[in-house]
């Protein structure tokens, strides 16, 4: 039995990793990137999840982001979200890497934990640089404008920026010690992020994923167990 095995190998980790994206948090109501829900007024997030987009048409882009923390904001941590805080308290080392910027991995009671691409929550001013949490829903006047004058971004990462310094290498380090690294609800298809697995199963890791459908690393992955996040990772426990 697959379950079982994973089970077991979870249990005898002595360090965990845990990589989580979109997958995890559809359960909960949120639309995941790519595949079914994933287009907003008929545009792919590919084309509105970068710099040029946002340089191009800032209007349209905060648009999508009101839009999504307005959804955010009504939704709970799932099963799958609370499973995963659970093994946090289990095991000796452990660390989850997040590739999504809601926050119900913490409202779900994760406490080490990275944001690989940022937060909802928080904004970035393009003149002066400064970075402030904002929770106001809907934002007004939209785009935010900073104290200073300058316009406001989401404090997320797009394609084609680097990713969070420190956020990065305590993933790595993550990857490097980890005996067990699970994957749950990621297409596997970003970089750097899609890496870490693939660090971690060269330095010894078995590689668990959790997933609705095959991906690009379930070939990899030492055990695939397909279904709901919600449904799975509870039974891990
Ligand atoms: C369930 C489920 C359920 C559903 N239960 N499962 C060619 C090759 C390699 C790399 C590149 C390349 N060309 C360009 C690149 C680099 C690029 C990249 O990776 N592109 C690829 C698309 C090809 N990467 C970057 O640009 C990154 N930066 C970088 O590389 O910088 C280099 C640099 C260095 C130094 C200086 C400057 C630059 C940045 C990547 C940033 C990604 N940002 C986004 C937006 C964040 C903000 C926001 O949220 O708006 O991050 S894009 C989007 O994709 C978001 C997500 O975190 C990320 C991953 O998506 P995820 O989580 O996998 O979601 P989905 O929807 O794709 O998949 C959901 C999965 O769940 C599916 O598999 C479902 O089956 C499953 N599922 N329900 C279980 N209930
Ligand atoms: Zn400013």
Redesign the pocket.
Known sequence: MKVAEAKKWIAQARSLAVLT????S??SGLP????PG?LWRNFR??QL?TPEAFHRDPQLVWEW?DW?RSVHAKCEPNA?HRAIAELEKRTQEFLLIT???DSLHERAGSKRIVH???S?WRVRCLVCGGEAENTQVPLDPLPPRCACGGMLR?D????????PQEAMERALQAAYSADVFLV???????????ALPHVAKQHGARVIE????A?ELSAVADITLR????GILPGLL
């Open positions: 994206g979109a997958g995890i559809a359960e995941t990137f790519r595949g994933g997030p590919e999840a982001y999504r799958g590739q999504n910027v690989l691409h940022g909802l989401p997320v990462v797009w394609f084609g920026e680097a990713l749950a609800g990621t297409a596997s298809v970003v970089y750097p992020a899609a959790v997933n609705l459908e991906t279904g709901k996040c919600g």
